[in-house]
């Protein structure tokens, strides 16, 4: 008889709390380090007509930081948002462990998330639960472990981003910044094989920012999480992303290690890069002429 | 497909109409495992029902009293003010009570959870509970709506109490007319089926207020103003599904 805090994975195998990537055979985990988790192949979707991807192809290896870089508006969050089923591609395919995901049914995309973890840009925390229950919600919702044991790991996992003491406080008491952190700890409560980020370094401050560092390196390095992070900034990601993809024009423009990207000779890489106004991608929206709007007596 | 439609203002309510059936059926799907978590409804309950106990009260106690007023003016030209009880429990069992309750509940407890399912919308709570595996038709608006068809006939009993109450208060401490006979005549003239058709009333309004308040707040778009319009929306839709209920169940029960 399984204890009732293990989770049934949708491959029939039992994976309980603390058994990861890390505990694995050394040969098993470097032939799985390999492995193609997440498959994004021929990908095309518009917004009210609009081509945010035309023909994108990447993928994500498990037991890796991959991290996806580019100008506001590329699509970064909209590509999370095809990677998690939460949107349909207008055509292509995503392929998340090997399943295509056009092809699951409700329940099996809930299945897949179960065995994913999201950090939203604003944190997401439920609003009518404290920083105590926002974390336990997950492990509340799917599990039906003793109390004292989900206490346990609650506090374990708010210890881990330094918030133990704000346990009890409500989520309109957070700063930015703790919210990001408790949001963090919600998200790796259930130990989810993928952590996906958005845009986790905005807006907190160097200590926060340089401890969330720390964090994913730390959780990949340990217990080998598979992570997604989402950014554009360019330091930060630099120092933590195995693998690098920089999206532009609606596909991919460049791939490779941070170090490769900072090499490359193309120019859109070399502005994004390098935080150039100068290059292909255009600083300012087009409009007409500047000079023309300045001495025109009508509206711009 | 549906793109070829023409975006006639026709076509737009019948696809309106079909995404909120599609909806309610979602959601009554998951209102079976919402009934397993009682906490949650119970505290809807208290949200939409306790927290508008005071404008319920107070609406009711108004409503009687004028009630009772006009009901002596009029009786009092054909001799029959011993017939006040009567009028005022009638006017408020069968008619006031449910309508001017669940007028007051669109206003209040709707718009409120309009919003709040709104904001949750907006500031990414409901994707994070998708994310998490959970479904917020379980979680978010399963819980709300039964929390609202459950509140609604409790309010309406407090509003005809209070109503009743305030009828007497004009009526017999004011007006003067016997106290016995304005209980006692009501007593005899009202039935189980008037009080039925009251709790019937109370039952549809509740259910039809809290699912536009609910299908609002979930399909409000993500912006503060999108927010705005869905609690207009709210008001206005439920204030006239209730007239029109209203007007069907009545011709129902006669």
Same mark, same amino acid.
């Given at each position: 008889?399984?204890?009732?805090?293990?989770?049934?994975?949708?491959?029939?195998?039992?994976?309980?709390?603390?058994?990861?990537?890390?505990?694995?055979?050394?040969?098993?985990?470097?032939?799985?380090?390999?492995?193609?988790?997440?498959?994004?192949?021929?990908?095309?979707?518009?917004?009210?007509?609009? &081509?945010?991807?035309?023909?994108?192809?990447?993928? *994500?290896?498990?037991?890796?930081?991959?991290?996806?870089?580019?100008?506001?508006?590329?699509?970064?969050?909209?590509?999370?948002?095809?990677?998690?089923?939460?949107?349909?591609?207008?055509?292509?395919?995503?392929?998340?462990?090997?399943?295509?995901?056009?092809?699951?049914?409700?329940?099996? *995309?809930?299945? +897949?998330?179960?065995?994913?973890? +999201?950090?939203?840009?604003?944190?997401?925390?439920?609003?009518?639960?404290?920083?105590?229950?926002?974390?336990?919600?997950?492990?509340?919702?799917?599990?039906?472990?003793?109390?004292?044991?989900?206490?346990?790991?609650?506090?374990?996992?708010?210890?881990?981003?330094?918030?133990?003491?704000?346990?009890?406080?409500?989520?309109?008491?957070?700063?930015?910044?703790?919210?990001? /952190?408790?949001?963090?700890?919600?998200?790796?409560?259930?130990?989810?094989?993928?952590?996906?980020?958005?845009?986790?370094?905005?807006?907190?401050?160097?200590?926060?920012?340089? +401890?969330?560092?720390?964090?994913?390196?730390?959780?990949?390095?340990?217990?080998?999480?598979?992570?997604?992070?989402?950014?554009?900034?360019?330091?930060?990601?630099? +120092?933590?992303?195995?693998?690098?993809?920089?999206?532009?024009?609606? /596909?991919? *423009?460049?791939?490779?290690?941070?170090?490769?990207?900072? &090499?490359?000779?193309?120019?859109?890489?070399?502005?994004?890069?390098?935080?150039?106004?100068?290059?292909? *991608?255009?600083?300012?929206?087009?409009?007409?002429?500047?000079?023309?709007?300045?001495?025109?007596?009508?509206?711009? | 497909?549906?793109?070829?439609?023409?975006?006639?203002?026709?076509?737009?309510?019948?696809? !309106?109409?079909?995404?909120?059936?599609?909806?309610?059926?979602?959601?009554?799907?998951?209102?079976?495992?919402?009934?397993?978590?009682?906490?949650?409804?119970?505290?809807?309950?208290?949200?939409?029902?306790?927290?508008?106990?005071?404008?319920?009260?107070?609406?009711?106690?108004?409503?009687?009293?004028?009630?009772?007023?006009?009901?002596?003016?009029?009786?009092?030209?054909?001799?029959?003010?011993?017939?006040?009880?009567?009028?005022?429990?009638?006017?408020?069992?069968?008619?006031?009570?449910?309508?001017?309750?669940?007028?007051?509940?669109?206003?209040?407890?709707?718009?409120?959870?309009?919003?709040?399912?709104?904001?949750?919308?907006?500031?990414?709570?409901?994707?994070?509970?998708?994310?998490?595996?959970?479904?917020?038709?379980?979680?978010?608006?399963?819980?709300?709506?039964? =929390?609202?068809?459950?509140?609604?006939?409790?309010?309406?009993?407090?509003?005809?109490?209070?109503?009743?109450?305030?009828?007497?208060?004009?009526?017999?401490?004011?007006?003067?007319?016997?106290?016995?006979?304005?209980?006692?005549?009501?007593?005899?003239?009202?039935?189980? !089926?008037?009080?039925?058709?009251?709790?019937?009333?109370?039952?549809?309004?509740?259910?039809?207020?809290?699912?536009?308040?609910?299908?609002? =707040? $979930?399909?409000?778009?993500?912006?503060?103003?999108?927010?705005?319009?869905?609690?207009?929306?709210?008001?206005?839709?439920?204030?006239?599904?209730?007239?029109?209920?209203? $007007?069907?169940?009545?011709?129902?029960?006669?």
């Amino acid at each position: 008889m399984r204890p009732p805090w293990k989770l049934r994975q949708p491959d029939g195998a039992l994976r309980g709390y603390g058994v990861t990537g890390a505990d694995q055979p050394a040969g098993a985990a470097a032939a799985a380090r390999d492995e193609v988790l997440i498959d994004v192949r021929g990908v095309g979707y518009a917004i009210d007509g609009h &081509d945010v991807f035309d023909g994108l192809d990447l993928s *994500v290896r498990r037991g890796r930081i991959t991290g996806i870089m580019g100008p506001s508006g590329t699509g970064k969050t909209t590509l999370l948002r095809l990677i998690t089923a939460q949107i349909a591609p207008d055509r292509g395919q995503v392929r998340v462990w090997g399943r295509d995901l056009a092809t699951l049914r409700s329940g099996e *995309v809930f299945a +897949m998330r179960k065995r994913m973890g +999201m950090l939203f840009q604003n944190g997401a925390l439920l609003t009518d639960l404290d920083v105590f229950e926002n974390v336990a919600f997950p492990l509340r919702e799917h599990t039906d472990l003793p109390e004292p044991l989900l206490r346990t790991l609650v506090l374990t996992k708010l210890q881990a981003v330094g918030l133990r003491g704000a346990a009890e406080l409500a989520p309109a008491e957070l700063s930015g910044g703790m919210a990001r /952190r408790v949001a963090l700890a919600r998200a790796i409560v259930m130990d989810p094989e993928v952590l996906i980020y958005d845009e986790p370094f905005v807006g907190l401050d160097p200590i926060s920012r340089g +401890m969330i560092v720390r964090l994913i390196r730390q959780m990949n390095e340990a217990l080998g999480i598979t992570s997604i992070v989402v950014s554009h900034d360019v330091p930060e990601l630099a +120092m933590i992303a195995h693998d690098s993809y920089l999206l532009s024009g609606g /596909r991919v *423009v460049a791939a490779g290690s941070p170090q490769e990207l900072r &090499d490359s000779s193309l120019a859109v890489v070399r502005q994004f890069m390098q935080g150039s106004a100068e290059g292909p *991608v255009p600083f300012h929206y087009p409009a007409p002429d500047y000079t023309q709007a300045l001495l025109s007596v009508e509206d711009p | 497909m549906s793109a070829a439609l023409p975006d006639a203002p026709m076509t737009r309510s019948v696809r !309106k109409l079909g995404a909120v059936a599609v909806f309610l059926y979602r959601m009554l799907r998951q209102c079976g495992p919402a009934l397993a978590r009682p906490t949650l409804i119970v505290n809807q309950i208290y949200n939409a029902g306790a927290r508008s106990l005071v404008i319920i009260m107070l609406s009711g106690l108004f409503v009687g009293m004028v009630l009772a007023l006009q009901g002596f003016d009029l009786l009092q030209r054909f001799g029959s003010e011993e017939a006040l009880g009567t009028a005022t429990a009638l006017a408020l069992l069968k008619e006031l009570s449910p309508v001017i309750t669940a007028l007051l509940f669109a206003g209040r407890a709707g718009t409120s959870l309009t919003s709040e399912i709104g904001l949750m919308c907006a500031t990414d709570q409901l994707t994070a509970m998708k994310m998490m595996a959970v479904d917020p038709l379980r979680y978010v608006a399963a819980p709300r709506f039964l =929390g609202g068809v459950i509140a609604m006939p409790l309010l309406t009993a407090v509003f005809s109490i209070i109503g009743l109450f305030g009828g007497q208060l004009v009526g017999v401490q004011l007006m003067g007319v016997d106290r016995g006979s304005f209980w006692s005549q009501m007593q005899s003239s009202v039935g189980l !089926k008037d009080v039925v058709e009251g709790v019937v009333k109370s039952v549809v309004f509740g259910f039809a207020c809290s699912l536009i308040a609910v299908y609002e =707040g $979930y399909h409000a778009e993500p912006t503060a103003a999108g927010v705005g319009l869905a609690t207009t929306r709210t008001v206005v839709a439920s204030s006239v599904l209730i007239l029109l209920l209203d $007007y069907v169940l009545t011709a129902c029960f006669i």
